[in-house]
């Protein structure tokens, strides 16, 4: 009788408990919408900020959803959300964005050689109200790619920001980072649209003409591209040329005699004159509303770009995962001899040292911090740089590279490699290190120390490609 009556209070006692739970945890979220309603979306759907745990206790979560259907949804929906942001990599992305620019002023001059493998600011192109045009410039760009002459551009475009039709001298592979939008070009007088979306990776031909349109009401777009310049003309990596604007941005019909211009379209000198001087907004403009709908958004089939998110990751583990999107994914990118990646390592954690046998590598920042360090083929330190979200860093073919997260958070970057052919980088360190794939009795004698020395030596880093930061392997061999 006792033991039933203490049963039944403990009982209530729970469902009390359950309930202050409840609204402590909704208040929780509410304070979080409250904070930034800019956090709260995330693949055009409404979440709470998961930055804040869900702290119902594990042991309670069952007995609170006995009570809480309401409460048990909340959870199960932030768990989705929130493996979600791990997978997708760059859901985060819209708190500091403000902040954010491509490279960094006080990389001029200061960096001396390590200069050479993270870039210099870019330069504004276009900057209106409605978006901003980045690129590197030629004097700016490590001497590599300045001779080969390979630009980035940083394309921001405003919810309905529209860059005006123009073409580039130069192949361009886009990377959209974030948002949505639309790219419609022109190839034999038929008009062609395809929607972007984050993480799409779509080309386009040297001379084609073409806008982009943000369609997100709710967020900005932001592309990724690299321009593979075709351009004889020397100076920049590549150049704009407008085919729609006026007074600003000024076409390319503006260079011509007005009577040439007269003749060619039928029309008088005063026609020229208005039709070459209306426009004074700049090349980003906000589009007039038209009657299309874009609340559905639907991708053609026909001009599919590829996801790097769609796609297997490449590499996967507990630090980390990196993904790339090659000519055997996606065969357009052949014809321009590029590949695009995106690496994500977790607080701590290191890309192991490893060289690309087949391709230079371009790499824009995306989140986090870390630190790059690059070494010479003579073996002496090229480069050991921090870098952080906003800039842009290079590393050229062949040469032994390790990246590291900051112990502070997750370090993500993406961007481009100079060949099409899937990567094949080669490890120095870890399981799949060359050093273990040679003979060990070999290595032991090239580096004139005993074999079972080095095959020890050679045996602790038990992970690969992605490795933990800590503790240190020394350490961890001293505990045990
Ligand atoms: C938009 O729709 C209205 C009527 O529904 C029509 O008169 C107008 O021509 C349309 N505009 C465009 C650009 O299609
Ligand atoms: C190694 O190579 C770099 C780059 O070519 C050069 O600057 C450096 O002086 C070389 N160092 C040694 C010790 O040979
Ligand atoms: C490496 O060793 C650690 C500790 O012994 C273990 O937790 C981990 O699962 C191992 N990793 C692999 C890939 O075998």
């Avoid at 200061?110 to 980045?134: N, W």
């Avoid at 770009?305 to 790339?324: C, L, M, R």
Wanted: proline letters at 4%; one cysteine or more.
């Amino acid at each position: 009788m006792k033991p039933a009556v203490i049963c039944v209070f403990l009982l209530f006692l729970l469902s009390l408990h359950c309930r202050a739970h409840r609204i402590a945890h909704s208040s929780i979220q509410k304070d979080a919408v409250n904070r930034g309603s800019r956090q709260l979306v995330l693949d055009g759907k409404t979440h709470v900020n998961l930055g804040d745990p869900v702290d119902c206790p594990s042991d309670d979560l069952s007995r609170c959803s006995l009570h809480s259907d309401e409460g048990r949804h909340d959870i199960i929906d932030a768990e989705a959300v929130s493996s979600r942001l791990q997978g997708g990599g760059g859901g985060e992305e819209e708190e500091e964005e403000e902040s954010e620019h491509a490279g960094r002023e006080r990389r001029h001059g200061e960096a001396g050689e390590s200069g050479r493998f993270v870039l210099g600011e870019s330069a504004k192109v276009i900057k209106t109200e409605a978006g901003e045009l980045r690129v590197t410039t030629h004097g700016g760009i490590s001497n590599e790619l300045g001779t080969r002459r390979i630009g980035l551009g940083f394309l921001t475009l405003e919810p309905n920001g529209l860059l005006l039709p123009h073409y580039v001298d130069a192949h361009c592979v886009f990377f959209v980072r974030r948002g949505r939008g639309r790219l419609t070009w022109v190839d034999n007088d038929e008009l062609h649209h395809v929607d972007l979306e984050r993480g799409d990776i779509y080309k386009l031909e040297s001379g084609t003409v073409f806008h982009i349109l943000n369609l997100d009401e709710g967020q900005r777009l932001r592309i990724f591209s690299i321009f593979d310049t075709v351009s004889v003309f020397s100076g920049e990596a590549f150049h704009n040329f407008f085919v729609g604007g006026g007074e600003k941005p000024r076409t390319v019909l503006s260079g011509f005699d007005k009577s040439v211009l007269a003749t060619a379209f039928k029309a008088s000198g005063g026609e020229i004159t208005d039709v070459l001087s209306y426009q004074t907004s700049g090349g980003i403009i906000y589009s007039i509303q038209r009657n299309e709908s874009f609340g559905t958004f639907n991708r053609k089939a026909g001009d599919k770009p590829y996801n790097i998110f769609d796609k297997e990751v490449a590499f996967s583990n507990d630090y980390g995962y990196t993904a790339t999107v090659d000519e055997d994914d996606f065969s357009p990118l052949g014809d321009v001899h590029k590949s695009a990646f995106l690496v994500r390592l977790k607080a701590g954690a290191l890309l192991a040292p490893h060289w690309n046998p087949r391709a230079t590598e371009i790499a824009f920042v995306t989140k986090g911090e870390g630190e790059i360090h690059i070494v010479y083929p003579n073996g002496t330190t090229a480069a050991t740089e921090s870098v952080q979200k906003g800039d842009v860093f290079y590393v050229p073919q062949n040469f032994p590279v390790c990246q590291i997260a900051s112990r502070n958070g997750p370090f993500e970057f993406v961007g481009f490699s100079t060949s099409s052919k899937p990567s094949r980088p080669q490890f120095l360190a870890g399981r799949n290190s060359v050093l273990n794939g040679l003979d060990i009795d070999l290595v032991a004698s090239s580096y004139n120390i005993p074999a079972e020395h080095m095959e020890d030596f050679l045996g602790r880093q038990n992970e690969s490609v992605i490795l933990p930061g800590e503790p240190l392997p020394i350490a961890r061999a001293a505990v045990k």
